[in-house]
């Protein structure tokens, strides 16, 4: 049976060229009842009547190694900032992903299972709710009281679970390292477009968070160092004084400072000699929190000024282990990634918005709210290269609340176009080229598997083969291809603008495209049409040449940038280079007129890389 999405996804690959630049785009009926509503608006800003809720968490968790139990209590103030009364609410519980029968894409280890979360208490209002025991990760609780509009309700929550001592993202990274992420019960999105968010996390994809206000607590035996999103608030509470003057130089130093190292550890000088320490972060407006404790990582730190106007510095830390030798350049890694990214000049030219960044040594590279969680790599390059991606992650989904687990292109895109960026300005064009050739193209240009060539705009959700090619390097491609249109000045006015009008809100797809169009004042909705919509690969191919006139075919259909590589009759060489406009008169095939008589001609797509290169010389 062809399911109903299936038939549009292939039928929109078949669609007339004509017709697709000048209908609107394609809009499913949940994302056209936000639009109805005025909570979305054509040109891409929020609606006249967008809305979204959000929590304040006040989070207390506790760790003790090497004992495995993890435990923590919440209070949750959730404000019903929507004009809906709501009669449930949906949880998220992703450690619950861990227990045996739990619904995953990818086998799970013995060492992956655990027995999951156990609710000791769940209250809402003051009330005991009993909640059963057998639930998964993403639960809904009906209220006692319906949440009024505009009113709110304050849940208080005891939990505890075992730390997995493998997992992909979060668990155990040696008896005495821990990195705990999604640790703590917390409430799912309701947004404007889809209500409550209910799609399982089944480990693949990634997440959708609310903008919510953090107070984080977390209780580890004496010589433990914790590293939490957030602003530590006590480190004189916690850190013994010399430790918690040298956090402190490195808030304003440029130069790398050893807060913590191996011979401090040994010699039990760097956190307070109390049985238990009580850490406190606070962070303000951020999607989540997340946290690593270890006994034996070592502590770099130092600052890099991420607005000059401002004048304004982000704190930068590592947290390791003293052998891991890619990590002791961490800091000035990271120094130079936000102060990069944070850079007008270069991309996105978004000053870093949080004030600190860390780097946690563990095995997911994966990204949080200010923090990282990378594993160590022999190249150093390479290492580099996988931190730059997940700070790029800072932007996207961070500063823009992504709904990733439906829209993971929306976030990994950008990643993977900011990657190859700071690439070029780290090693040079040529090897970030190579890199991304290598890691973002190739497994997907040359893998002719119909999954693959689903429509980028084909929920995340619903895929499992073919989804990292959809997250990550074909709608970076499409980026490239739209920045090389525009040009980067106006493509880069135009993706500030989008990023202003949604920093701290919840984009869709359709946001993107309407806000690109609106703030570049071209209709671009024949180039979004063809990218996101339509079963396209790259695959072009020399035509006929006659005189000065060269047929170029577009038999993948996605429109693409490419060089032309000429010879003329008179023994003369230039190269002209075609951006993806060749193609929207016509999007199969491209008439393009040269100045002189043509002998021989090749085609080079550069990074868009083309699936038969056999077919894309004449002559010669």
């Keep these: 049976m062809i399911k109903p999405l299936l038939t549009f996804l292939l039928l929109a690959g078949l669609a007339d060229t004509a017709a ?9 009926r949940d994302i056209k009842a936000a639009f109805a509503k005025g909570t979305r608006s054509p040109d891409g800003r929020p609606g006249p009547k967008y809305w979204q809720n959000r929590a304040r968490y006040s989070i207390t968790v506790q760790a003790a190694p090497p004992a495995r139990d993890i435990r923590g209590h919440e209070t949750i103030t959730y404000f019903n900032n929507s004009p809906d009364t709501l009669r449930q609410v949906v949880l998220r519980i992703i450690q619950n992903i861990h227990k045996p029968g739990a619904s995953r894409d990818g086998d799970a280890s013995p060492d992956y299972l655990t027995s999951g979360v156990v609710i000791d208490t769940f209250l809402v209002a003051g009330q005991l709710k009993p909640l059963p025991q057998n639930l998964g990760t993403a639960p809904g609780v009906r209220l006692p009281r319906p949440l009024a509009p505009h009113d709110s309700v304050k849940f208080a929550v005891s939990w505890h679970f075992p730390i997995s001592i493998e997992s992909g993202r979060e668990g155990m990274i040696d008896p005495t390292t ?5 640790f703590y019960p917390r409430v799912a999105v309701y947004d404007d477009y889809a209500g409550w968010d209910r799609l399982p996390f089944v480990d693949s994809k990634e997440f959708y968070n609310d903008f919510n206000d953090y107070t984080l607590r977390v209780k580890a035996p004496a010589n433990y160092i914790v590293w939490a999103t957030g602003t530590l608030q006590n480190p004189d509470q916690v850190l013994q004084k010399a430790a918690a ?17 191996a011979a401090d550890l040994a010699k039990k000088n760097i956190t307070a000699q109390q049985p238990m320490n009580t850490w406190v972060w606070t962070a303000r407006d951020i999607s989540d929190v997340t946290l690593g404790l270890s006994d034996h990582y070592v502590w770099d730190a130092a600052s890099v000024i991420v607005d000059a106007k401002a004048k304004r510095r982000a704190s930068v830390q590592a947290a390791y282990a003293d052998s891991t030798v890619d990590f002791r350049e961490s800091v000035k890694n990271a120094q130079f990634a936000l102060g990069w990214f944070s850079n007008p000049n270069n991309w996105p030219g978004v000053a870093y918005p949080f ?18 969680n990378d594993s160590p790599q022999k190249d150093p390059k390479f290492a580099q290269f996988v931190q730059d991606h997940e700070i790029a992650h800072t932007y996207f989904p961070f500063y823009m609340g992504i709904n990733e687990s439906r829209y993971a292109y929306m976030d990994e895109g950008w990643a993977t176009t900011f990657e190859r960026l700071i690439n070029t300005a780290e090693n040079g064009a040529e090897t970030a080229d190579k890199f991304y050739k290598q890691f973002r193209i ?3 240009i040359h893998n002719i598997a119909t999954p693959q060539d689903l429509p980028i705009i084909t929920p995340s959700s619903e895929l499992k083969s073919g989804y990292g090619n959809n997250a990550y390097g074909k709608p970076s491609l499409s980026y490239f291809a739209l920045k090389d249109m525009l040009g980067d000045a106006l493509f880069k006015k135009s993706l500030h603008e989008y990023m202003d009008r949604w920093h ?17 004042g071209q209709d671009l909705n024949w180039f979004f049409h063809n990218w996101f919509f339509t079963n396209g690969y790259i695959d072009l191919a020399v035509g006929s040449v006659s005189g000065s006139s060269v047929t170029v075919n577009n038999i993948g259909g996605f ?7 000429l ?10 280079h075609q951006t993806a406009a060749v193609w929207r008169a016509n999007q199969q095939q491209a008439v393009i007129t040269t100045p002189k008589a043509v002998k021989s001609v090749k085609l080079d797509g550069g990074i868009f890389m083309d699936a038969n290169e056999r077919d894309n010389s004449f002559g010669g």
Aim: glycine share 4%; no cysteine; aromatic share 16%.
């Design 20 to 28: 697709a630049q000048t209908q609107p785009l394609y809009m499913p």
């Design 245 to 261: 003057k040298r956090l402190k130089q490195s808030m304003t130093s440029d130069a790398v400072i050893h807060v913590a190292t």
């Design 178 to 182: 821990y990195f705990l992420a999604y």
């Design 355 to 372: 004030p600190k960044m860390t780097a946690f040594q563990g095995f997911a590279d994966m990204e949080y709210p200010m923090m990282v």
């Design 504 to 520: 701290g809100k919840h984009p869709i797809p359709w946001d993107y495209f309407n806000s690109m169009s609106s703030a570049s």
């Design 442 to 444: 190739n497994g997907w």
């Design 559 to 565: 429109v693409v940038p490419f060089d032309m590589q």
């Design 567 to 576: 010879e003329y009759a008179d023994g003369t060489k230039e190269t002209l």
